[in-house]
């Protein structure tokens, strides 16, 4: 599979298939066609992979808000509790 990079601004999309035996499919979609895949084990580690491959989009210059966002999320809500727990102190 050959990868599209520096595409400028563009859809994602991301689909997940079960595979069987534990096996999850993480495809992501650019304009309609694939352009990135991994394989996981177990469910847990689907959200991880999405983002990894959207992080992954973005770095190359396949700009989307989503992608974009998928660098981003990872600790938000950390930082925000430790925000408001110094200001409440």
């Known amino acids: 599979m050959k990868v599209k990079v520096l595409q400028g601004f563009v859809e994602?999309?991301?689909k997940v298939t079960y595979l069987g035996k534990g096996l999850y499919?993480?495809?992501?979609?650019?304009?309609?066609?694939l352009n990135g895949e991994e394989?996981?084990?177990g469910r847990?580690?689907?959200?991880?992979?999405?983002r990894r491959l959207l992080r992954m989009e973005d770095k190359c210059?396949?700009?989307s808000n989503f992608a974009d966002r998928a660098r981003f999320r990872i600790g938000e809500?950390?930082?925000a509790r430790k925000k408001i727990e110094n200001e409440s102190q």
């Open 12 to 14: 994602h999309s991301v």
């Open 61 to 63: 210059g396949n700009l």
């Open 25 to 33: 499919g993480c495809r992501v979609y650019v304009n309609g066609e």
């Open 77 to 79: 809500k950390e930082i």
């Open 39 to 41: 394989v996981v084990y």
């Open 44 to 50: 847990e580690a689907i959200g991880p992979a999405c």
